[in-house]
Each structure stands twice: as C-alpha cells, then as structure tokens.
C-alpha cells in the first residue's frame, strides 16, 4: 500500500526548504504524453524519426519535463491543495528515452495571499541542468492527507516483445515460403510486407489473374517474385507442400482458402509433410502490461484433443517457446479449476500431463496444472489459493482444454486486451503460417516472425 499524500500548509513553509523527486523516462511516458496533450511531433515519439538523421530522437517533450516540477508541488511540498500561480521555464538541455531525472525545488519567499515562491530545476543523472525557472503557488491554509491507492492504472498499447522478435528475425536469412492462394489484398499483402522486411522470400501459388488484381488494388510490385499459376485450390496446396518436400521452400504459408483444403495436403500419408508428433497451432502473443510473451495452444487444429494429443501439443508449443528465445517455458494446463475433480474430465488430463513432464515424457520446460485461468498468470491468485508452483502465476504457455476454449481465450485476448498475435501450426516438418481471414497485415508479419525464428531453431 502507497503512503498517504500529506502536505505542509502555508503558515509551516519556511524558506530554504527544499524537495525534490527522481524518475526515469520512460519510452511510455512519451506516448502517454502524446495522447494526452495532442502534440504528435515525431521528435518526441520512441520510433520515429523526426529530424531526418536515421535514427529515433525519443526527445522528451519540454512540458513533460516541466511537469515533473507541478509533480513535486503539487505532491511534496506545498504538497495537496496547492494550486499553481505562474511558472517560469528556461530550457538549458534535452532529455531522452531512458534518462534519469531529478526534480529539485527550494522555497526563496512568502506573500501575501499564501503565495509562495520557489526556485526549480531539472538535473539530469550527471548533475547538468535541463530545465530552469520559478514557480509560484498558492499553498493550502491546513494539513490534509489523501490516500490515493484507488488511483486508476495506465496500460500504453504497445508491443515491445514483437518489435524485439522483429529485430532479431530480420538479420536471418530470409525464409523461402510457399504462398497458397494469396488471391485477395490483404492475404497477398502480409505476405509482400513480410518479404520487404527480409523474413521470408514468397512464392506465390494460386490464380495468377486473381493474384495481379489483388496487388494492383494495393499498388504491390510482384516483379521480384515468383508465381506459379494455379486456380485449384487443392492443387495449389499440393504444390505448396510439393514445393517444401523438394526443399524448394522451408515454410508455408496460407492465403485465401479454407484451412482444411490446405491441411488436407498437409497431412496427407503420401507426399505430406507429417512428423511423428501431432501437428498443433500456437498463438504467440503480445499482451500490453505483460511483461513477458503469451503463448496459447490449441486453438485452430485439434478440437477435442484426447492425453497423448495434449501431450503432443504441450511439447510442440515448449519446442516454439525455446525458438523464441525461453530457455525455460512454463506450461500451464488450463481448467475451469485449480484441483483434480473426477467430473471435470480436462483436471483429470492436466494431472496426468504433470507427471508426465515428471517423468521425462514431456521435455524441456515446466508443466503443472490442472490451473485455473487467473492462477496460471498472477502470482497473488495462485498465493491466496495456496498453491505451491513454479509454474502458478508464472505461465509463459497456456493450454487449453479443448479447440473451443483456446479460441475464445486467444480472441479474447486479442480484441479485448489488445494482444498482437502470431501464430503458427508446428509438429510438420516446416512452420506453416496459419493467418486468420480477418488478421490484419501486421498480424500476419508477426505470424512470419515467429516462422522465421522457428525454421532458424531448426536449421541450429
């Protein structure tokens, strides 16, 4: 619990008193500040470039720097109840993404009226001064103190943990991709961007009319890529995974036909490309005001999956989590609840699961469960409940019971946390990239990243 705000009225101020706050700004702070000011100047955003010399600014905003100054005021000294008269401001340096910055304050005089003045400045780490000036406030007349634990909580819609991915994917080889039926914009479009960013080199396969027509209506050059002519659908997915048994391509990737046409080809005994394991889809997700990522499985291919599919699932899905650089994945087997109860047949399969990953069945992470859903990812659920876990509160990958539930978890998680997703299928012997019709051309780029950085895991 936060300590009340207290403040020192007007008739206990005495000049020479000083106060002063620390803080660091953060790459959030400056998009807060943009959306809460309406100035958009790109000099003051994290990934921007606003002076033209190649690289982001991420400058802090001269109002953001002098608000620090209202911070001490308005929570220190006077403290609650002041109320600003004037501010003066002189700007003597520039502070940026990621600096440490401390306000300082020091009472010079007292009026009438409970005016108040005060010398301000800004110090950066090393001592250096950003910001100078003079504030006079009116102080409150009594003591007060307010608990303000209720205060509400920010969360900036970013997705830190993606442009992190993209960055470690884009000096790889770029990854040869069958692209099945990218027949309209959008299908034709994620896979075009994902080649302009260096993941993947498409080739196209599918109506070769009905793939000019969608790059015209997005003003798309086709010149650099190569096209196979196929209206059949199924013909098209034969091709595509022809393309990967000849090693031709090492991905594939869906466009715009049903998915069962394409895993039809997929899985098929002759010519497919099945492994050993059953094949599973995992959404990797960036959740904002999650520190780390979300993977969900299985949420687009197995319906109702029986033990030893959820066995396979759960490996899979820990084979991605290392690719994506988790040493260590913590697999939580998701249930309605957190104990094994007979009637309640997925805490039956969760419990066996575990001892599975016990025994060296399952490999290479932590498996627990069964885990309810506010247990698996908060640490104060799983302790007020009691239970004893490394993976309660903790979860890296989450399972869930059924096709039907992961699918409304993901999209859950998706359009009403804002999560950007990816997702592939794993199990085959290449990622195959599985975009839903209604991903838009960033989602489908993050699908590409995680194939990317899953076909490299393979070829290390």
């Known amino acids: 619990m936060k300590s009340p705000l207290t403040n020192i009225p007007f008739d206990a101020l005495e000049i020479g008193m000083e106060a002063s706050q620390t803080r660091t700004l953060q790459a959030d702070d400056l998009y807060v500040f943009a959306n809460a000011s309406g100035n958009l100047n790109p000099m003051h955003l994290p990934d921007e470039d606003g002076d033209g010399d190649g690289r982001p600014e991420a400058m802090a905003p001269g109002m953001w720097v002098a608000s620090l100054i209202s911070a001490v005021l308005g929570s220190d000294m006077p403290g609650p109840g002041t109320v600003y008269h004037s501010q003066t401001l002189r700007f003597v340096g520039r502070a ?19 005016l108040v003045r005060f010398d301000t400045w800004v110090e950066a780490s090393d001592g250096s001064r ?67 960013h260096t993941l993947i080199t498409p080739i196209l396969i599918g109506d070769v009319t009905k793939i000019h027509e969608a790059a015209e209506a997005r003003g798309l050059d086709l010149t650099p890529y190569r096209i196979i002519d196929e209206p059949d659908h199924q013909l098209a997915a034969e091709k595509g995974v022809a393309l990967v048994n000849d090693g031709q391509a090492a991905a594939l990737m869906k466009g715009h036909l049903h998915t069962d046409v394409l895993l039809k080809a997929v899985i098929a005994r002759q010519g ?97 469960g069964p885990l309810a859903m506010d247990n698996a990812i908060d640490l104060a659920a799983a302790a007020t409940k009691g239970i004893k876990s490394l993976v309660a509160g903790r979860a890296d990958i989450l399972v869930a019971p059924n096709m039907e539930a992961g699918n409304m978890l993901a999209k859950e998680l998706t359009f009403l946390a804002h999560a950007q997703t990816g997702g592939i299928v794993v199990g085959a012997k290449c990622p195959i990239i599985l975009p839903s019709r209604a991903d838009d051309e960033k989602s489908r780029l993050a699908s590409c990243v995680v194939a990317t950085l899953a076909a490299e895991r393979t070829r290390a």
Do not use: C, W
């Open 130 to 196: 950003i910001l100078e000036g003079e504030a006079e406030v009116i102080a409150p007349t009594k003591a007060m103190s307010f608990d303000l634990d209720a205060l509400p909580g920010l969360t900036v819609q970013r997705h830190v943990h993606f442009d992190q991915m993209l960055e470690q994917a884009e000096p790889l080889p770029p990854l040869p991709t069958a692209v099945v039926a990218p027949e309209l914009p959008d299908a034709l479009a994620g896979a075009i961007l994902a080649a302009e």
């Open 96 to 114: 940026h993404a990621g600096d440490t910055l401390t306000v300082k304050l020091r009472l010079t005089g007292k009026g009438d009226n409970r």
């Open 272 to 368: 497919g490309l099945r492994t050993k394991r059953r094949l599973s889809h995992v959404f990797v997700m960036d959740v904002p005001g999650v520190d780390h990522l979300l993977l969900v499985t299985d949420a687009a291919i197995n319906i109702a999956p029986d033990l030893m599919a959820k066995a396979d699932i759960v490996q899979n899905a820990i084979y991605l989590a290392h690719a994506l650089g988790i040493a260590q994945p913590r697999a939580a087997i998701l249930s309605a609840v957190e104990k094994v109860n007979p009637a309640i047949p997925s805490t039956l399969d969760a419990a066996a699961l575990s001892k599975m990953a016990d025994r060296g069945q399952i490999k290479g992470g932590l498996v627990d």
